[in-house]
């Protein structure tokens, strides 16, 4: 059974920075693309970055293109997403996702917040 638990969400001010972790189990970690997906109050969800199984490619949305950064530790069955230059448009639920887009099967979300 596939799970995936996100931590690390909280408060930070414009121009911060925040790292999500998502802690997957219950499949081949290493075989599986990852991907990070939100999704901001009233709107629908959004596909961030992914990153391969062997992390050897990663891709952004342009929406956080240059400010995100996403890595995996495939050894801890891992995958952290690096935000910094946070913009209150940012705001959201963020979750961690098996697969390449935001339609795979997905955690209960870490909720992050970009306000002074």
């Known amino acids: 059974q596939v799970q995936l638990v996100e931590s690390g969400g909280g408060l930070a001010p414009p121009g911060g920075s925040l790292r999500l972790s998502c802690a997957a ?45 996403i890595s995996r530790d495939n050894a801890k069955n891992t995958v952290y997403p690096q935000m910094n230059s946070l913009k209150p448009e940012d705001t959201a639920l963020y979750y961690c996702v098996k697969g390449v887009n935001q339609y795979g099967v997905r955690g209960q979300g870490a909720q992050v917040t970009v306000s002074s």
């Not at 081949?28 to 199984?53: C, D, N, Y």
Request: charged letters at 15%.
């Open 25 to 69: 189990s219950g499949f081949t970690f290493s075989s599986s693309a990852m991907s990070w997906a939100r999704q901001a109050p009233g709107k629908g969800l959004e596909w961030v970055s992914v990153i391969g199984g062997d992390s050897s490619g990663t891709y952004y949305a342009d929406s956080v293109k240059g400010r995100f950064a």
